[in-house]
């Protein structure tokens, strides 16, 4: 049998239905399930995404058997509307949507109005009974036809401002200028009908080719543009973001055209069946009459609130469906509630009304902030709606990020007043300076620097730089304008709709409100109650929420993977346990030589590393080369017993406030050259204190400047040269562990080896570790448990992991180095090539973001079945960067890992990433 491509829906039902989004679309699936459903949806047929990727294969040609497969669907269409396509006596309008597998919004396009044309005009005009209506039609077909058929899927790029939608427009704007009118609305048919001419000659001189009038022609143009669209600039950048694979492709939905725009009966909207900011159970939408659907999204009008609870500052004057309309606000509320029931979430839908009739045209699980996300599911379990399984895969772990995440200190917003105010589109706090270009943007952004992407309107063309900007700005658009879903898609902080904002592109000016600011300068928002400040505020996290904890229990009942963090610092640990850590998986002593408080210990880890540099004097005789070592023992012996006090009160205090939970520390693992002071006031203090001669310590920095630092002298190798410096840390760690427990506490040190690529390397060190856990044991009488183990960062080390599994009683996967000697990429330079290694999908992500599972991931799996074959209770963690990263989090579940360990604030993240991971394995 022939691959079928075409499934029909209508008043009869659907071929198709809502499970078959790989196929249909997310549109074209949702238009199938609500005619089942039996709600008013427009006839119409979906073109399924294997048609798109069937064209694409042919080089851009249809498959054969589309054209008969169409043929019949339209006839089926027909009939169900009572009109035929391209009929001169009563024809059939279409529009050709584009759709995927997931909601991208905006970035595909959508072409309304197909089948107008000479032939069909007349037909129209004795129907609706309204030559103008049909001319506007018409004029909207040739725009939308020539810049998205004609040119954009022609791969046409037009010089700037030279695009023939903007000639268009430029047109009708000369027209309305001539006449003296403020709105479309004030264009007669006489003047549409003298645009559509002078439109179409535009056309032909722009693009060098007519309009086509061809009935056919233009449904199967605008069918190709549709596919087109898929690898389109905007689609390509937004897939890249949002990890959407290319082989997907896009359906295409050739529907019945109805009109919100025949008149003060019609009208178009957008509405959510909660609301899509706070997550309030209301339904929350804005409307437009007389006016067809892309009005709404586009922001060309401020729209109407839907209903009461709708209604804000920008749009409280404006007339409501409910208050206008009742009957139909009636019937849609009432489909509110049937589709709500039906999927068990939160919709958004897109409606028109044509002539007191009511149609709906699309239905999608809306976009969501995570504030949002957590209160419908925490309500949604609460009504019975769905179960807490369901509840803990409705907030995405990425969007915990957003609810941990800053809002300006209310305090310090008490004090002064906002110099603009607009809708609020995306949730939090956002400071930064002003850019006014995408481009700009971007460059700021790689740059390090925060900037509040400030823009007239929302464009889809500006996902890039809305990506890069820690805030979104727009004068226009309503909370439903794609720029306010794509904001809030990232949960980023976004107001839209600022009225009071003026934007002088050419001086890099704007006006807030009146007060004069520029590109570059700092402004503060906030996107959760769209309030606009100048200058920066202070900020902080918002993490006390009740409704967060609660759900992080409902998460913690579903997981089965670990969660600890790395931290450094008391502080961080005591941060990270608030988070819910359930230990520390790294615990790095370098730190104490780094930042605050960090003067001494430095200072004195400086003096060890000249003194580790000192060779015994050559001597004639034993005894005397004896009396040479021995000093020289005993010179390091004294440098690392004055760091002791320095390592043991951080050990202490970190296994203090992680009391009750294990600690992993790892031993000393400096990048020594780093260390060694490169000014002469330091090198001389240094060469002052240790009386040394200062071309000795510059001697000793070039000695260790090693030319590949990250594979030198370093970790469990500065222990195999000088043992006291493994002995000095293992006391600090069992001392203090010691400590504590006499003083009634509980301390579960453990201590980790880095850096290894044997076995034999942890049977040297385990011997330091056995002696000085008996003395200790001497001393205290504490008997101190502990495990040991060791990272497995080398390729070697994985290799070897079942004979590391001999000497080690747990491993920790340092993904870091683990990553970078396996690719051999430096972690250190891969910014200069890496984008080019995405942009050409030679690499699909970053690999030191998010695990490499196809090569690294190889290691991972091997070394943890060989480990485990060799010790049975082995236990596994991760400590490297990518244990935040909630797809590495599903692979090291898989894997079979105990925990990952992460930084502080992405602990919540991994817990929810690693219950969602259970919950999939489970299904
Ligand atoms: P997007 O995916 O960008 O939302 P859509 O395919 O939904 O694009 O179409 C854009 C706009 O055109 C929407 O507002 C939609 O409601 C409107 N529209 C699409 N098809 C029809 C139709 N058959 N009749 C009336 N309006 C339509
Ligand atoms: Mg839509
Ligand atoms: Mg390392």
């Known amino acids: 049998m022939a691959q079928r491509y075409v499934y029909g829906f209508g008043p009869w039902g659907a071929d198709g239905d809502a499970s078959m989004k790989n196929a249909l679309g997310g549109k074209g699936a949702n238009l199938a399930e609500m005619c089942r ?62 759709g995927a597998r997931k909601s991208m919004p905006g970035m595909m396009e959508t072409v309304l109005n197909v089948g107008l044309c000479p032939a069909t005009i007349p037909g129209l005009v004795k129907k609706s009974a309204s030559e103008r209506f049909v001319y506007d039609a018409y004029r909207r077909l040739i725009m939308m036809y020539s810049d998205v058929v004609m040119e954009k899927a022609e791969d046409i790029e037009p010089a700037e401002g030279k695009g023939v939608r903007l000639q268009l427009e430029h047109l009708m704007a000369t027209l309305k200028k001539a006449k003296g009118y403020q709105s ?24 060098g080719r007519p309009f086509p009038d061809d009935p056919q022609e233009q449904l199967w143009g605008a069918i190709g543009a549709v596919f ?35 008149g003060d009966t019609s009208a178009t909207g957008v509405a959510f069946t909660r609301n899509p900011a706070t997550g309030e159970n209301k339904f929350y939408g804005e409307w437009l009459v007389n006016a067809q659907g892309e009005d709404v999204v586009a922001g060309i009008r401020t729209p109407n609130p839907l209903n009461e609870a709708t209604k804000n500052e920008q749009n409280r004057h404006l007339d409501s469906l409910e208050s206008k309309m009742p009957e139909l606000y009636k019937q849609l509320d009432g489909i509110r509630t049937k589709l709500e029931t039906h ?42 709606l769905i179960d807490e399984v369901t509840a803990v895969t409705r907030v995405e772990p990425a969007q915990l990020d957003e609810l941990l995440h800053p809002i300006i200190d209310p305090a310090a917003e008490k004090t002064v007043e906002p110099i603009l105010s607009g809708l609020p589109a995306g949730p939090g706090g956002a400071c930064g300076k002003i850019v006014l270009t995408s481009a700009d943007a971007v460059e700021a952004a790689a740059r390090g620097q925060h900037v509040i992407l400030v823009r007239e309107e929302t464009n889809p063309e500006d996902v890039e730089g809305m990506r890069a900007a820690a805030g979104i700005l727009t004068a226009r658009g309503g909370m439903t304008s794609h720029a306010a879903l794509v904001a809030r898609g990232w949960g980023k902080c976004c107001i839209v709709g600022a009225g009071g904002l003026a934007i002088d592109l050419k001086n890099q000016t704007v006006s807030a409100g009146g007060t004069a600011l520029a590109a570059g300068d700092l402004i503060t928002l906030n996107g959760s109650k769209g309030r606009v400040y100048q200058g920066a505020l202070a900020m902080m996290d918002a993490t006390e929420n009740p409704r967060f904890q609660e759900f992080m229990k409902l998460v913690d009942r579903q997981r ?36 605050k408080g960090a003067d001494e210990p430095l200072f004195i880890l400086r003096k060890m590393i000249m003194v580790l540099g000192k060779k015994p004097k050559p001597a004639k005789t034993k005894q005397a080369r004896e009396a040479a070592e021995k000093k020289v023992l005993a010179e390091r012996k004294a440098v690392v017993d004055e760091l002791f006090p320095f390592v043991k009160h951080d050990i202490k205090a970190t296994l203090e406030a992680m009391e009750g939970l294990p600690v992993t520390i790892r031993l000393l693992d400096p990048p020594l050259h780093e260390f060694v002071p490169q000014d002469k006031g330091a090198q001389l203090q240094l060469a002052k204190a240790l009386n040394m001669r200062l071309a000795d310590v510059k001697k000793r920095g070039e000695e260790l400047h090693e030319t590949n630092p990250m594979m030198g002298h370093r970790g469990v190798r500065l222990g195999v040269t000088y043992p006291e410096v493994t002995e000095m840390q293992v ?106 290694y995405l942009k050409g999908g030679l690499l699909e992500a970053d690999p030191f973001q998010t695990i ?14 060989r480990g485990r074959k060799t010790r049975g209770d082995l236990k596994i963690g991760i400590c490297g960067e990518q244990g935040g990263d909630p797809a590495s989090v599903e692979f090291c579940f898989q894997a079979g890992l105990n925990y990952v360990s992460c930084s502080p604030y992405r602990v919540p993240i991994a817990r929810l990433a690693a219950a969602h991971a259970t919950i999939k394995a489970r299904r």
């Open 852 to 865: 490499d599972q196809t090569g690294v991931g190889q290691l991972i799996r091997m070394s943890v079945e």
């Open 37 to 98: 459903l039996g709600l008013p949806v427009p006839a119409g047929f979906t073109i399924n995404t294997d048609c798109c990727t069937a064209y694409f294969q042919e080089g851009k040609k249809f498959p054969q058997s589309l054209r008969d497969e169409v043929a019949e669907a339209l006839r089926k269409t027909e009939a169900a509307m009572g009109m035929k396509y391209g009929d001169a006596e009563n024809p059939l309008l279409v529009s050709c949507r584009s």
């Open 560 to 595: 089965k993977l670990g969660v600890r963090t790395n931290a450094d610092t008391p502080d961080d640990a005591r941060v990270a346990r608030a988070f819910g850590a359930e230990g520390i998986g790294l615990f790095r002593t370098e730190h104490m030589f780094y930042g």
């Open 184 to 207: 479309d609305t004030d264009m007669t048919a006489e003047d549409l009908k003298k645009l559509c001419n002078q439109f179409k000659a535009k056309v032909k001189q722009v693009l």
């Open 228 to 262: 087109k669209s898929w690898q389109g600039k905007r689609a390509v950048s937004y897939r890249r973001i949002e990890g959407i694979p290319e082989e997907w492709g896009t359906a295409c939905n050739v529907q019945s055209m109805v009109f919100g725009n025949l």
């Open 731 to 836: 006391r600090a760690i069992f001392e203090s562990a010691a400590e504590l427990i006499q003083a009634g506490k509980d301390a579960r040190p453990e201590i980790m080896v880095p850096v290894t690529c044997d076995v034999k390397e942890l049977d040297v060190t385990r011997v330091i570790v056995d002696r000085v856990h008996e003395e200790v044991k001497t001393q205290t009488g504490v008997d101190v448990k502990y495990l040991y183990g060791t990272m497995i960062e080398i390729p070697r080390a994985a290799l070897l992991a079942d004979r590391m599994a001999k000497s080690a009683q747990f491993f920790s996967f340092g993904t870091n180095d683990l990553t970078q000697m396996s690719f051999g990429f430096s972690r250190d330079d891969i910014g200069g090539f890496l984008p080019d």
């Open 343 to 384: 999927y068990k979430d939160m919709q958004d839908i897109e409606f028109t009304i044509q002539e007191g009739k009511l149609y709906m045209l699309q239905c999608r699980n809306g976009k969501r902030t995570g504030t949002a996300a957590l209160n419908m599911a925490m309500d949604m379990l609460g009504e019975g």
